[in-house]
């Protein structure tokens, strides 16, 4: 079955650019019946859907953080990556990368999580 | 946005136990509707999907009900493997919310 898995820095500097991969397995990236998103939980925001793609598709982002978020897909890698810019402290959350379905948008499967810290 | 409001914010129940929670949506969300159990240190599980369908491989015990604005997850016989934290998502519009969680723990 899918399975999904999270990379990239734990640790990134105020003001720096936050960079994300997510690397699907058991399936492909390229169906274009699936979306897959990015999604982080916080303890001061609990969980929060920061944006989706899919294959050849425009991403959807979340306007709470549209301007500073950049989904992209890289399908001969079987990965789509999210980037956030000018982090701020707000930005130290767990982000998970998760499957959703056109026209059933539950999240399914969910990558274990990588935690990231804003910090200098 | 659609907010989501939970309630209670926590539980504490014993094995055996009937555990109701409730999800509000601030609009109508239809039926477009999901649960998911959270454990420590591990990512969400869906439960339930489309406001009643069970997740294959979720056990009977677990039920969802309600559409529009007011859904319910209950727990039928709450088992030692449920004690977790609980969220209601809206999948109706973008961009798509969770509820702030109910934790359900040992009394």
């Known amino acids: 079955q899918v399975q999904l898995q999270e990379s990239g820095p734990g640790l990134v500097k105020p003001s720096e650019t936050l960079s994300l991969t997510c690397t699907v397995s058991?399936?492909?990236?390229?169906?274009?019946?699936?979306?897959w998103n990015w999604i982080r939980q916080s303890p001061g925001k609990g969980l929060e859907w920061i944006g989706n793609?899919?294959?050849?598709?425009?991403?959807k982002y979340n306007p709470s953080l549209k301007s500073r978020v950049t989904i992209s897909e890289f399908p001969s890698n079987n990965q789509f990556s999210l980037q956030v810019n000018s982090v701020t402290a707000a930005d130290t959350a767990i982000y998970y990368c998760a499957r959703s379905r056109r026209g059933a948008d539950w999240f399914d499967p969910w990558g274990q999580g990588i935690l990231v810290t804003v910090s200098s | 946005d659609i907010q989501m409001t939970q309630s209670p914010s926590s539980v504490s129940a014993s094995v055996g136990d009937r555990v109701t929670i409730t999800c509000r949506a601030s609009q109508d969300i239809r039926s477009y509707l999901a649960w998911y159990q959270q454990k420590p240190g591990t990512a969400p599980k869906l439960l339930i999907y489309a406001a009643s369908t069970l997740q294959s491989g979720v056990p009977s015990r677990f039920s969802g009900s309600g559409s529009g604005t007011d859904f319910t997850l209950t727990i039928s016989s709450l088992q030692p493997e449920d004690f977790a934290t609980y969220f209601c998502h809206q999948a109706n519009s973008l961009p798509f919310t969770f509820g702030p969680g109910t934790k359900v723990d040992i009394k």
């Open positions: 793609i899919y294959y050849g598709g425009t991403p």
């Open positions: 058991g399936g492909s990236i390229r169906t274009g019946r699936d979306y």
